[in-house]
């Protein structure tokens, strides 16, 4: 889609019709103002109609967007965020330790650097999740006219998992919606697969198993459940096989939404007057009544309150966020081994951001073409580079297996930040 504004500014409402659009830039009756997402502004008088815009937002690592007016789907698509900060924190702390222990450049040591845990504190592996969501909801709905904003602020209620008991007015909705949270968690803790087979859904229905039967002393705890087919439960009880429990350090990702999504909710409310919250169980019936897959992007899709689907897309934006240099000037392990260790301030060969070969600059994720294949720049060998597509798979040349590809055997198509996005088939 392509956003509109009016001559006079006002936002209008987005069109797919990119045949009218280039005729407008090359007309000069349009203008550029943004590349992402592209939008364009008229400069000639037009009417100034629009219609109700519903924006539904999924939050988690992956954040699944979609925007749909008058039941049809304008935009949709995936934000695939980073979830390697707390491991580059702590792999940080063990750089510094290792600098303690060999020569090295001087720092000088620094005292007014210590955390400082003030009211509404994240921890740093959280607080980048927060921005970036709050950084594509205001990206997403800068030139949207008439919009309402409906955000799912948790995938689950773990309170409620532990303990079915608990009471309150957000949880006075009967047995099924607890039985249906229980049910979509164990979905997302076992990537939609049985924990058996290890195979996707067979379309018989899941049976939740008790990994410790209750005649046991086994309870209801998700940590105690495990969702099997219906002939693999069978299986399991005929062949007396067992399950292991799973590992409780699945439930991070839910405990790290649930922390920020009090912070995420109060800024959302101060930023838009037009934002509504929902939850997961809400989602997965909405999702189940407009039959659509499980997907991020089809439960934003619900999330919106869309009641029926009049028009659908066949494309999806993906989004990702990747790291653009590694700052590190030093190896966490000395290179004793070798004539001379990595004790000045260079940085090492590998850990380069960036290479000149024949005037042309290639850096980290710039998008190039390789053959009839695009892709992006993920890492460099001398003149060589790495090259991986949207889901990280790696291109390689026709009839070559190895990863590595001159950058003679290239060309470069796009600077890129610290985001790269691309349109692909639902």
């Known amino acids: 889609m392509v956003y509109v504004v009016s001559k006079t500014g006002k936002n209008l409402m987005p069109t797919n019709r990119h045949g009218k659009v280039r005729r407008w830039l090359k007309e000069c009756k349009a203008k550029v103002i943004c590349k992402n997402p592209f939008t364009i502004q008229l400069l000639f008088d037009t009417t100034e109609y629009i219609q109700a815009v519903k924006v539904g937002i999924d939050i988690g690592n992956t954040v ?14 995936e934000i695939a965020l980073r979830t390697d900060v707390s491991k580059l924190l702590t792999q940080k702390r063990t750089y510094r330790k290792s600098r303690r222990n060999r020569k090295t450049r001087y720092r000088k040591a620094r005292f007014l650097n210590r955390k400082n845990k003030k009211k509404g504190w994240l921890p740093p592996s959280i607080l980048s999740k927060f921005n970036n969501i709050v950084f594509w909801i205001d990206r997403l709905t800068k030139y949207l006219p008439d919009y309402q904003i409906t955000v799912e602020t948790v995938k689950f209620d773990t309170q409620k998992m532990e303990n079915p008991g608990i009471k309150g007015k957000e949880y006075q909705q009967g047995s099924l919606y607890g039985y249906e949270n229980v049910k979509e968690f164990l979905l997302f803790r076992q990537k939609g697969k049985c924990q058996l087979c290890k195979k996707g859904y067979d379309g018989n229905g899941w049976h939740i198993h008790h990994i410790k039967e209750r005649s046991k002393g086994g309870t209801d705890s998700p940590s105690n459940l495990a969702l099997l087919h219906k002939h693999c439960h069978a299986e399991l009880h005929k062949k007396g096989l067992k399950i292991r429990k799973p590992s409780k350090k699945r439930l991070a990702e839910c405990a790290h939404y649930n922390a920020l999504r009090l912070q995420l909710m109060d800024i959302l409310k101060e930023k838009y007057s037009n934002v509504e919250f929902t939850y997961g169980y809400i989602t997965k019936m909405n999702r189940n009544n407009l039959n ?49 260790s990595n004790i000045n301030s260079v940085r090492n060969k590998k850990n380069t951001k960036e290479i000149i070969v024949n005037g042309i600059k290639y850096s980290l994720w710039d998008k190039v073409k390789i053959g009839n294949k695009k892709g992006y720049i993920s890492g460099f060998t001398g003149n060589s580079c790495y090259i991986q597509d949207i889901d990280g798979k790696y291109l390689v040349i026709d009839g070559k297996k190895y990863k590595q590809v001159s950058v003679k055997n290239i060309k470069h198509v796009k600077r890129n930040n610290n985001w790269i996005m691309e349109r692909k088939a639902a």
């Open 64 to 77: 699944g967007y979609a925007i749909v007016a008058n039941n049809s789907v304008i935009d949709k698509g």
């Open 292 to 340: 659509l897959p499980k997907t991020h992007y089809n439960d934003a899709i619900a999330i919106a309150g869309v009641e029926e689907i009049k028009r659908d897309i066949t494309e999806i934006t993906v989004i990702k966020q990747v790291r653009k240099k590694k700052r590190s000037l030093h190896e966490s392990t000395a290179r004793k081994w070798k004539n001379h």
